[in-house]
């Protein structure tokens, strides 16, 4: 069985990652174990739990888990940045660690797959232009399941594990350049262990 340790910045990464890795576990037929720490309070704070992580794990050799997968959005900083940040944090676990970095944020991802928010809400919804402005895809993503008459009680993220587990990911990766970036490494993970353990 793989671990793979999640670090994120909110609830939304989290319930996206742990579905969507899930998903790409089954197709690859490869048991994990996922262990999720999201820390709340954006990118700065994630960065600053990754040097914490980072140093008690070198002290706890026996935790070190097989994979981990950064969670922050880009934010109006950019892929690269984000990258730069989160290289300088893991240095000493750079050959375990892959980045999900939403261009501008990740609500828009969950906004990019118009089937599959259908299948979940019983219609589609739009493809919001990309602006730097999270207000504005949290907004249009209630907006979008309230015009399905669907009500979010919890802002939403009730149903992002049924909105990835609905996803065409193909479409994803053709739709947006950070979400192949992320897709393809992950997938890249999971053959390499996928050819070990065959």
């Not at 959005?73 to 892959?98: P, Y």
């Amino acid at each position: 069985m793989r671990s793979v340790n999640l670090l994120v910045e909110d609830t939304v990464h989290e319930d996206f990652l742990v579905a969507l890795v899930q998903r790409v576990a089954n197709a690859y037929n490869i048991e994990i174990k996922i262990k999720v720490s999201s820390v709340r309070g954006g990118h700065e704070t994630v960065i600053t739990e990754l040097r914490q992580y980072q140093q008690d794990l070198q002290h706890n050799a026996e935790d070190l888990p097989d994979l981990i997968i950064v969670g922050t959005d880009s934010n109006g900083r950019g892929f690269l940045q984000r990258e730069k940040e989160i290289n300088q944090s893991t240095s000493d676990l750079a050959d375990r660690v892959i980045y999900m970095i939403p261009q501008p944020h990740i609500e828009r991802w969950l906004l990019l797959n118009a089937e599959a928010f259908k299948k979940v809400f019983g219609r589609g919804c739009s493809v919001p232009k990309r602006k730097y402005d999270r207000e504005r895809y949290k907004r249009l993503l209630l907006q979008a399941i309230r015009d399905a008459d669907v009500i979010p009680l919890l802002g939403g993220i009730e149903h992002i594990a049924d909105l990835v587990n609905a996803m065409d990911f193909q479409h994803l990766e053709q739709s947006d350049r950070s979400f192949r970036r992320f897709f393809r490494a992950l997938q890249h993970q999971f053959g390499a262990w996928q050819q070990t353990e065959n």
